[in-house]
C-alpha cells in the first residue's frame, strides 16, 4: 500500500509541458528524491501534490485519499507539509512565532504550540535564535526554520524543495543529518534535490524527471547510470 | 500584565475625565477621539492584522450612519437597531470584499475598495426615494438612551468608550489567540500560511466583515451625535484615509495604536481648524496638508507608528537605568 501516488499527472501551461503523464507511488517511511535539470517540472509537480496547482489530468492521492482538487491547506491538514525552494519565511515575525503558525494547525491552544514550537526550534538547533525576528537570519537558517515550521503541523509526508540549495558548503552535511534523522524516525520524504552526491546519499529510490516526463525510477546507483539520466544532465558527448 | 498598563491608563482616563472636566469644548474632542479612534481600530483589524489595506472602509461608515438614520426617519425605530442593521449590512458586503481580497492583491485590491466606497456615494446621493438623494438626512432629535438622543455629552463619551474598548478587546485576542497568530502569518506571506494549513482565504473575509461591522457602528453612532447624514461625507475616501491614518501613525497592528493616532490627529485637527478656519479663514484646508505631511513623515521615518517609537524609547530608557 502506497502512502503518495502520482497517477497520470499532466500539467500545462499555455503551450508548454510543464508535467506529462506522470505516475510514481511513495511507500510509507520510504525517502524519495526527484532530480532533473532545471525546467524538467520537478517544482511543479510539488505544486500539484500541495494543492497550489490543479492538474489537467490525472490525479494525486495520499493515503487512499484523493488530494487532486483540495486548497493547499486542507492538503496540509491531511498531513502533507512543504518547504519553498524560494524559502518564505515570515519575516515580521519571530523564529518562535513562525514555528508556531505551523503547531496551531494541530492545536488550538496556544501555550502548547509554543511548548511544542520550542521542541522543534532546538532539534533543528535553533534555539539561540528563537525570539529573533525571521529578516535576521541566514539562508541556511531561514532553511532549518522552514523545516521546523512544517514539522509542526505533524506531516506524515514531508515534501522538500532544494534541501541544500544556495547553502554554503559547511551547512550542508548539518541538513543532510537532520533529513536522514527525520527518515530514521520513521517520516516518509519527497525531496527535490540537485546536488547528486547529497541525494545519491540519502535517497532509497529516485525519480529522475526530463522535459515534464519521467525518465528513471529506481535505487540511487541505477539512476545515476542510467542512460537517459546522464543524456539529460550532461548531454549526449557524456553517454559511455 | 504589564504590556496591558498603558491601554488601561488610556481607557481609564477617558472614562474618568468627564467627571472632571464639565467643559462642553473638551468633552466633545473626547467623543472624536473615541469615534476615531475606535474607527481607526476597526480599520486595523483588516489593514493592520489581516494585511488587507482598505481606503474605502467609508462604504462601512456611511452604511452605518444611513442605516440608523433611515430606520430613525423612516419607521421611527431605535437607532440601535439602525447600528445593528447597518452592521449586519456592512457584513454583508464585507463578504463581497473579502471575496474580492481572494482574486486581487496589494494595489489592485485597494482600487476595488475605493471602487466600492463611490459606488455607495453614488447610490446614496441618486437614489432619492429612499436615502433623500445629495440633501443628506437631517436625524431628529428624540430625547432617550434607547433613541440616543443625548444632550449630556458625558454619555456620549461612556458609550464611545464601550464601543472603543470592544474594538481594543478585538485587537488584543488578534494578538493572544490562535487566529490571532495564523492571521499574521496570512499578512506575512498567504502562500506559506496555506503550505502551514492555515486557512487563510477564510480568516481574511472574516476579519474583513468583523472590520466592517464595527466600522458600521461607529458611523450610527456617529450619525445620531452628530446629527445629519450627508453622502458625500460619510462615503468620502477623505474619511477612509482618516480611518487609516489614524492607525498608521498609531501603530499598524498594535491594538492601542489607533486610538493614540486618532488623539494626536483629532487634537492636531482641531487645533488647526480653530486656528486657521473659521469665518473668513484663509487657510481652511491647512488640515489636510498637514495630514499629508503626516503621513509622509510616518511612513518614511516611524512606520512602526507611535506606539513603536514610544516603545523603543522606553526599551531603551529601561536598558538605561538598569545597568549602571
Given at each position: 500500500m502506497s502512502l503518495l501516488s502520482v497517477a497520470g499527472v499532466s500539467k500545462r501551461f499555455g503551450g508548454i509541458v510543464a508535467n506529462r503523464g506522470i505516475s510514481f507511488d511513495v511507500a510509507p517511511g520510504e525517502l524519495v528524491g526527484i532530480i532533473g535539470p532545471n525546467g524538467a517540472g520537478k517544482s511543479t509537480l510539488f505544486e500539484i501534490i500541495t494543492g497550489f496547482y490543479h492538474p489537467d489530468e490525472g490525479e494525486v492521492r495520499f493515503d487512499g485519499e484523493r488530494l487532486t482538487g483540495l486548497s493547499p491547506d486542507a492538503v496540509c491538514r491531511r498531513g502533507v507539509a512543504r518547504t519553498f525552494q524560494k524559502l518564505r519565511p515570515f519575516l515580521g515575525l519571530s523564529v518562535l512565532d513562525n514555528v508556531m503558525v505551523g503547531a496551531l494547525?494541530?492545536?488550538?491552544?496556544?501555550?502548547h504550540a509554543r511548548e511544542r514550537a520550542r521542541e522543534l526550534i532546538g532539534r533543528v538547533g535553533l534555539a539561540e535564535k528563537a525570539e529573533a525576528h525571521a529578516r535576521t537570519l541566514s539562508t541556511g537558517q531561514r532553511k532549518r526554520l522552514e523545516l521546523a515550521r512544517a514539522l509542526a503541523t505533524e506531516p506524515r509526508l514531508l515534501l522538500l524543495d532544494e534541501v541544500t540549495g544556495g547553502v554554503d558548503q559547511r551547512t550542508i552535511p548539518e541538513l543532510v543529518r537532520l533529513?536522514?534523522?527525520?527518515?530514521?524516525?520513521?517520516?516518509?520524504?519527497?525531496?527535490?534535490?540537485?546536488?547528486?552526491?547529497?541525494?545519491?546519499?540519502?535517497?532509497?529510490?529516485?525519480v529522475a524527471l526530463h522535459l515534464g516526463e519521467v525518465i528513471a525510477d529506481g535505487t540511487p546507483d541505477v539512476v545515476a547510470r542510467d542512460r537517459r539520466v546522464i543524456e539529460a544532465y550532461l548531454g549526449q558527448a557524456y553517454v559511455p | 500584565m504589564r504590556a496591558l498598563a498603558p491601554a488601561a491608563v488610556f481607557f481609564a482616563s477617558a472614562a474618568l475625565a468627564p467627571l472632571v472636566v464639565h467643559d462642553a469644548f473638551f468633552l466633545d474632542g473626547l467623543v472624536l477621539i473615541l469615534l476615531w479612534g475606535t474607527t481607526a481600530a476597526a480599520w486595523n483589524v483588516a489593514g493592520g492584522y489581516a494585511g488587507q489595506i482598505s481606503l474605502g472602509h467609508s462604504a462601512f461608515f456611511g452604511l452605518g450612519a444611513y442605516g440608523a438614520a433611515?430606520?430613525?426617519?423612516?419607521?421611527?425605530?431605535?437607532?440601535?437597531?439602525?447600528?445593528?442593521?447597518?452592521?449586519?449590512?456592512?457584513?454583508?458586503?464585507?463578504?463581497?470584499?473579502?471575496?474580492?481580497?481572494?482574486?486581487?492583491r496589494g494595489p489592485y485590491f485597494v482600487l476595488a475598495t475605493i471602487a466600492f466606497s463611490q459606488v455607495l456615494l453614488l447610490g446614496g446621493s441618486r437614489w432619492r426615494a429612499f436615502t433623500a438623494g445629495?440633501?443628506?438626512?437631517?436625524?431628529?432629535?428624540?430625547?432617550?438612551?434607547?433613541?440616543?438622543?443625548?444632550?449630556?455629552?458625558?454619555?456620549?463619551?461612556?458609550?464611545?468608550?464601550?464601543?472603543?474598548?470592544?474594538?481594543?478587546?478585538?485587537?488584543?485576542?488578534?494578538?493572544?489567540?490562535?487566529?490571532?497568530?495564523?492571521?499574521?502569518?496570512?499578512?506575512?506571506?498567504?502562500?506559506?500560511?496555506?503550505?502551514?494549513?492555515?486557512?487563510?482565504?477564510?480568516?481574511?473575509?472574516?476579519?474583513?466583515?468583523?472590520?466592517?461591522?464595527l466600522t458600521a457602528a461607529c458611523g450610527a453612532l456617529w450619525a445620531q451625535y452628530?446629527?445629519?447624514?450627508?453622502?458625500?461625507?460619510?462615503?468620502s475616501i477623505d474619511l477612509s484615509i482618516r480611518f487609516a491614518l489614524a492607525a498608521i501613525v498609531g501603530g499598524l497592528g498594535t491594538a492601542l495604536g489607533p486610538f493614540l493616532g486618532a488623539a494626536l490627529v483629532t487634537t492636531v485637527e482641531t487645533y488647526l481648524r480653530a486656528e486657521f478656519g473659521g469665518i473668513g479663514?484663509?487657510?481652511?484646508?491647512?488640515?489636510?496638508?498637514?495630514?499629508?505631511?503626516?503621513?509622509?513623515?510616518?511612513?518614511?521615518?516611524?512606520?512602526?507608528?507611535?506606539?513603536?517609537?514610544?516603545?523603543?524609547?522606553?526599551?531603551?530608557?529601561?536598558?538605561?537605568?538598569?545597568?549602571?
Open positions: 494547525t494541530r492545536t488550538r491552544d496556544v501555550r533529513v536522514r534523522d527525520l527518515h530514521a524516525g520513521g517520516l516518509t520524504l519527497l525531496v527535490i534535490e540537485h546536488n547528486m552526491r547529497v541525494i545519491t546519499a540519502v535517497a532509497q529510490r529516485i | 433611515i430606520l430613525g426617519t423612516r419607521w421611527e425605530l431605535s437607532p440601535w437597531l439602525g447600528l445593528v442593521a447597518g452592521a449586519a449590512v456592512a457584513t454583508a458586503i464585507g463578504l463581497v470584499i473579502g471575496y474580492l481580497s481572494n482574486r486581487l445629495s440633501e443628506g438626512i437631517p436625524v431628529p432629535f428624540r430625547p432617550g438612551f434607547w433613541t440616543l438622543g443625548l444632550v449630556d455629552k458625558r454619555l456620549w463619551v461612556w458609550i464611545l468608550l464601550a464601543f472603543a474598548v470592544l474594538a481594543y478587546l478585538v485587537a488584543l485576542y488578534l494578538e493572544r489567540a490562535r487566529r490571532g497568530y495564523q492571521l499574521a502569518a496570512v499578512r506575512e506571506d498567504e502562500d506559506a500560511a496555506l503550505s502551514l494549513g492555515v486557512p487563510a482565504r477564510r480568516l481574511k473575509v472574516v476579519a474583513i466583515c468583523v472590520s466592517a461591522a452628530v446629527g445629519f447624514v450627508d453622502p458625500f461625507y460619510v462615503f479663514g484663509r487657510f481652511i484646508g491647512t488640515y489636510l496638508i498637514v495630514y499629508g505631511c503626516a503621513l509622509i513623515v510616518m511612513v518614511r521615518w516611524l512606520p512602526q507608528g507611535l506606539v513603536g517609537w514610544i516603545g523603543a524609547r522606553w526599551h531603551r530608557g529601561a536598558a538605561a537605568r538598569t545597568t549602571p
